[in-house]
């Protein structure tokens, strides 16, 4: 028997562009591209230990959907799942909770300016983005989804037996060594946009780059997705 890959999800869930800058702090943290270069090419067993609170949607579906893609078997040690890191946990083919593991699971949040219509229309945005999510939950737990929905919508944590007893996980680890280090506002650590963008200037400035910046890709008054 060949030995399983093993890969870490550690820290926020970011976006591949934003990795210099936590990776420059010495801030533990996962990029799509963390995952998927380090995915093996011969299909052999993977197995991923997650010990994040989430961060942005987008990356952990890429995420999520890479490995169910991925041709051979997966399996998920969760220290701590939560928000955008429990959507990848249920790709896995098993799950596995720490003893002392948590998975929490709530509805999508993201930050918007604007009028009443925007306002109208980041609620739609955030109301799809909710019943998307809720797929993943659903394809592993059987669970209808309405009960997922409000499951979300109460902002629910599962320790590892009660992970296991809704379908969440398949199993409880007999022992780890690793325990989630609790903070007080239960947040992802994901870095405000504007202090990484303020770095880049700064790392710019330093390397005399005079090229002109380029203007941000996206003009929508809708910032990314926190999950």
Not at 4 to 10: G, M, P, S, T
Not at 34 to 51: A, K, R
Request: glycine content about 6%.
């Amino acid at each position: 028997n060949r030995m399983a890959k093993k890969l870490k999800i550690n820290g926020p869930i970011i976006s591949n562009d934003d990795k210099w800058f936590y990776d420059y702090f010495e801030m533990e943290s996962t990029c799509p591209k963390d995952v998927i270069d380090n995915l093996p090419t011969t299909g052999e067993d993977v197995e991923v230990t997650i010990n994040s609170y989430g961060g942005l949607v987008d990356m952990g579906n890429e995420i999520y959907t890479a490995l169910r893609a991925y041709s051979g078997n997966v399996t998920a040690n969760i220290v701590m799942a939560g928000s955008a890191a429990s959507i990848i946990a249920m790709s896995a083919d098993k799950v596995c909770m720490s003893p002392v593991g948590q998975i929490m699971i709530h509805n999508v949040s993201m930050g918007a300016q604007g009028d009443y219509h925007d306002m109208d229309k980041a609620s739609e945005i955030l109301v799809k983005a909710n019943s998307a999510l809720a797929n993943a939950y659903v394809a592993k737990t059987g669970k209808a989804k309405d009960e997922i929905l409000q499951l979300m919508e109460n902002e629910t944590w599962l320790t590892a037996d009660e992970a296991v007893i809704n379908g969440f996980a398949d199993e409880i680890m007999f022992e780890t060594q690793e325990r989630p280090l609790l903070v007080a506002d239960g947040g992802s650590g994901l870095v405000p946009q504007h202090i990484i963008q303020e770095m880049k200037n700064l790392k710019a400035d330093a390397k005399l780059n005079n090229e002109k910046q380029k203007k941000p890709k996206n003009d929508s008054s809708f910032s990314e997705f926190l999950f």
